[in-house]
């Protein structure tokens, strides 16, 4: 693992693929332009509009999607995460599906989102993601990067769950990347907490790409992408504007933080 920069990407998607994937390609243009070598896009990059809106069309979603992600990866020479998009499943419902491609457009690695976010937020939003989606049966895998080091998945709602992200670090992970479209009436509370919660329990690095703004009339999402260091110190924070959170990924601060506070090697509960 070498020291490199890694981008946190924020958008507001909305219902049309071709504007979301156009703001996604700025965006990781101007990662790049700034160093990026890991470019994470939030959840639901791609299209962001009724569960039913989207499940109808997951196949074009999912197929459009993944040859971005290769095409946009093998352009800029970056190893390039895309948070989260439909991936059709059995009975006309879909995978929430996140996928790590490398620089030469192959497939790393893919995470099925496990957590679904069936909740009534007190603002009078309700969200049945169940209603569409497929839980997905795996816990994510690590991927070992020789270059930017062990990197392990998740998506949004996973990360009220600490012990995926202890499996995580069980398996060796040494940068966490957490996609998102958090709710903004439950992201100024939690969002930014919860991530440096995982990043300090776990002395990794967290890498958090968001959707920010209203994406309809009713749904508003919190914004903040960010990077967190392994002490839980936020790196950058892009705010809520469209936008890149950008900061270093220093294998010497990882070791140091290790060092200085070895939990891990406490651990007494497997």
């Not at 769950?161 to 940068?175: C, D, K, N």
Request: charged share 20%; net charge negative; hydrophobic share 40%.
């Amino acid at each position: 693992m070498k020291s490199y920069l890694a981008a946190a990407v924020q958008m507001t998607s909305v219902p049309d693929l071709e504007k979301n994937l156009a703001q996604a390609e700025d965006l990781i243009d101007l990662a790049v332009k700034r160093g990026a070598e890991l470019v994470t896009l939030p959840e639901n990059f791609s299209f962001l509009g009724s569960e039913e809106d989207k499940s109808a069309r997951a196949q074009e979603i999912c197929d459009a999607s993944e040859q971005f992600l290769k095409k946009m990866a093998q352009r800029y020479q970056i190893t390039l995460l895309g948070g989260g998009y439909p991936v059709p499943g059995e009975g006309g419902k879909f995978y929430n599906t996140a996928l790590l491609v490398d620089a030469d457009g192959s497939e790393l690695t893919r995470y099925e989102k496990v957590h679904l976010f069936d909740v009534n937020v007190p603002d009078g939003n309700t969200y049945r993601e169940s209603s569409t989606v497929i839980s997905g049966q795996s816990l994510p895998a690590v991927h070992p990067s020789k270059h930017l080091g062990n990197l392990g998945l998740s998506v949004c709602y996973d990360v009220r769950f600490p012990e995926l992200y202890r499996h995580l670090s069980q398996m060796g992970a040494e940068v966490i990347m957490i996609p998102a479209a958090f709710t903004a009436f439950t992201g100024k509370d939690h969002w930014q907490v919860l991530l440096q919660a995982r990043a300090i329990e776990n002395t990794s690095y967290i890498i958090a790409p968001a959707q920010t703004g209203f994406h309809n009339s009713r749904r508003q999402s919190h914004g903040h992408a960010m990077i967190i260091d392994p002490w839980g110190i936020v790196l950058d924070d892009v705010g809520t504007d469209v936008g890149v959170a950008i900061a270093e990924i220093n294998p010497a601060r990882l070791a140091q933080v290790r060092q200085q506070m070895p939990s891990l090697q406490h651990r007494v509960f497997i």
